[in-house]
């Protein structure tokens, strides 16, 4: 096996079964533009793996004994250890059940979407790109589901979403409601490049690290119930 280029994008494995983590390093060294820089048995390895190997994507088991793969997110994306680092992580969790409800967790805690364990090589060549560029690994109805499962009573709107412009409160929406910046930019009649203003902006006015992140504001807050 050749070492990854410093380009390639970092992935770390954490599963409490020794068998299926080299089974997914096998398919994850095998795509191009990635490589595999560490795997952990359980959360607080993964957790201690994550601060010192400054991984691009952890791929997540979310049930494994001592720390599981919830509480294991939550530790990585809390305020401090986001503060030290020089570049993001992006979590996916990894599940035998189809709108899990431990995931729907993780997802509120700053994962990037869920996979099924049994995905083909090509959904996770796939979803590792897509959460790398900041996107959610699942459609946007499943995302949906899962959140307002999570969200039943909603939180008060805080000041900072005031805070948006009404072009950027339009943008907010669509791209809770999980439309492409392609999709965004007809509704809006605006430029790809304005789009993508658009949502740096409020990404920056709300404090959030993606736009996964906007999907969980939009359903905590109660702001797509709202038209």
Do not use: C
Not at 31 to 46: I, P, Y
Not at 90 to 118: C, E, P
Not at 213 to 219: G, N, P, R, T
């Amino acid at each position: 096996m050749t070492a990854g280029s410093a380009d390639d994008i970092r992935v770390l494995l954490v599963d409490d079964q020794e068998l299926f983590r080299e089974g997914v390093r096998v398919i994850v060294d095998a795509q191009d533009g990635m490589t595999v820089v560490g795997s952990a048995g359980d959360g607080l390895e993964a957790v201690r793996l994550v601060d010192r190997l400054s991984p691009d994507v952890v791929l997540m088991d979310i049930r494994m004994p001592d720390m599981d793969g919830v509480e294991a997110t939550r530790q990585i994306f809390l305020p401090d250890r986001v503060a030290r680092r020089a570049s993001p992580v992006r979590v996916v969790v990894l599940t035998t059940f189809n709108l899990d409800d431990r995931a729907a967790t993780a997802i509120r805690y700053g994962a990037s979407g869920f996979l099924l364990k049994d995905t083909t090589p090509l959904q996770l060549r796939d979803a590792i790109r897509t959460v790398y560029a900041g996107n959610a690994v699942l459609a946007p109805q499943d995302l949906a589901t899962l959140l307002d499962g999570q969200f039943r009573s909603r939180s008060a709107v805080p000041t900072a979403y005031l805070s948006l412009t009404d072009k950027e409160r339009e943008v907010f929406t669509a791209v809770a409601r999980g439309l492409s910046n392609t999709e965004i930019a007809g509704l809006v009649f605006a430029s790809e490049s304005t789009v993508k203003t658009h949502v740096g902006a409020i990404l920056r006015k709300l404090a959030l690290r993606d736009r996964v992140q906007i999907v969980v504001f939009a359903h905590e807050h109660g702001l797509l119930d709202q038209g």
